[in-house]
């Protein structure tokens, strides 16, 4: 995510916590993200995922089993 943004790591997670960028999955002890999603947000303009998720809601990330 980090090479693909032209970004460092630190920064990818700043601007996760920050809500700037499409939420992370975690599978184990890392985070990843769908390229497929971020390829799609980009081309998107990158907005904030609250807006992100509002204009693909395929998207959004489950929490707790159910999607919020």
């Known amino acids: 995510m980090a090479e693909l943004l032209?970004?460092?790591?630190?920064?990818?997670?700043?601007?996760?916590?920050?809500?700037?960028?499409?939420?992370s999955v975690n599978i184990g002890t890392q985070r990843?993200?769908?390229?497929?999603?971020?390829?799609?947000?980009?081309?998107?303009?990158?907005?904030?995922r609250r807006q992100w998720e509002r204009l693909h809601p395929k998207y959004r990330k489950s929490k707790g089993g159910r999607k919020v």
């Open 6 to 23: 032209g970004r460092t790591v630190r920064t990818i997670y700043r601007l996760e916590s920050q809500g700037r960028i499409p939420e």
């Open 32 to 48: 990843v993200w769908s390229r497929d999603e971020i390829m799609h947000w980009i081309e998107s303009g990158c907005p904030a």
